[in-house]
């Protein structure tokens, strides 16, 4: 009863287009949903966001959700998540993408799932990290750990995004740290983040993985810019 008073007075509205949801409804609108660029990524192997990758780090596979567009749908519900605190969205986005993971056998055998750090300063500055709610939705449908104290950043840095892609890749390789035991030996590990870009820092994050003996690598993304 509570709950419908409050969303008779305060309805939420979709995190695409802003209109008011339905009762049955969660963060996206059907519309939206329906409108959303899918890229079908996790029913290829060799998709294009693996071969962002190919010969650059050794990876397992690669996948990312929703192809990223300027003014889109996808960058109006990323840039509510990472900037405006509507991490509710990542949650709506990672139960959404587990379903769809379920049938992709390339990551059944997954045995953590390591978000892209973010630097203790800008974590204060933020609150939180935008994917760490991506995270444990794809965690509690896939039934695997979510360990974001694996993979650490070490240093400070301004966005990489007015950077060249040589220039990105030359700042962010001494960027991230990683902590590891005996535990973590011979593991699969399931890198993910918002949007995959150049590319630059999963595959600084994946260096960093790939120290651990026996390490493995796959690389999961909210969407991918196109």
């Given at each position: 009863m509570f709950q419908s008073l409050l969303n008779l007075f305060f309805p939420k509205s979709c995190a695409g287009c802003?209109?008011?949801?339905?009762?049955?409804?969660?963060?996206?609108c059907t519309e939206c949903r329906h409108e959303i660029p899918l890229t079908n990524h996790y029913k290829i192997?060799?998709?294009e966001a693996y071969s962002k990758f190919y010969g650059r780090i050794p990876i397992e596979f690669a996948s990312a959700f929703f192809y990223f567009h300027k003014k889109g749908i996808?960058?109006?519900?990323?840039?509510?998540?990472?900037?405006k605190g509507h991490q509710e969205i990542g949650s709506a986005i990672g139960y959404w993408y587990a379903e769809?993971?379920?049938?992709?056998?390339?990551?059944?055998?997954?045995?953590?799932?390591?978000?892209?750090?973010l630097h203790e300063k800008r974590l204060k500055e933020r609150g939180y990290n935008q994917v760490t709610t991506f995270g444990e939705s794809l965690s509690q449908t896939l039934n695997v750990k979510y360990n974001d104290s694996i993979l650490i950043r070490n240093v400070y840095?301004?966005?990489?995004?007015?950077?060249?892609?040589?220039?990105?890749?030359?700042?962010?390789?001494?960027?991230?740290?990683?902590?590891?035991?005996?535990?973590?030996?011979?593991k699969n590990f399931l890198l993910i983040d918002d949007v995959i870009?150049?590319?630059?820092?999963?595959?600084?994050?994946?260096?960093?993985?790939?120290?651990?003996?026996?390490?493995?690598?796959?690389?999961?993304?909210?969407?991918?810019t196109q």
């Amino acid at each position: 009863m509570f709950q419908s008073l409050l969303n008779l007075f305060f309805p939420k509205s979709c995190a695409g287009c802003n209109s008011f949801l339905l009762k049955n409804e969660y963060v996206i609108c059907t519309e939206c949903r329906h409108e959303i660029p899918l890229t079908n990524h996790y029913k290829i192997k060799n998709n294009e966001a693996y071969s962002k990758f190919y010969g650059r780090i050794p990876i397992e596979f690669a996948s990312a959700f929703f192809y990223f567009h300027k003014k889109g749908i996808v960058q109006e519900m990323i840039h509510k998540l990472k900037y405006k605190g509507h991490q509710e969205i990542g949650s709506a986005i990672g139960y959404w993408y587990a379903e769809e993971l379920k049938k992709c056998i390339e990551i059944s055998n997954v045995d953590f799932i390591i978000p892209v750090p973010l630097h203790e300063k800008r974590l204060k500055e933020r609150g939180y990290n935008q994917v760490t709610t991506f995270g444990e939705s794809l965690s509690q449908t896939l039934n695997v750990k979510y360990n974001d104290s694996i993979l650490i950043r070490n240093v400070y840095s301004k966005t990489q995004t007015t950077k060249s892609i040589l220039g990105r890749s030359t700042v962010i390789e001494s960027v991230f740290g990683v902590k590891f035991d005996e535990n973590h030996h011979n593991k699969n590990f399931l890198l993910i983040d918002d949007v995959i870009t150049t590319g630059s820092t999963l595959e600084a994050c994946s260096r960093e993985l790939l120290k651990i003996p026996g390490a493995k690598i796959s690389i999961v993304c909210m969407a991918m810019t196109q």
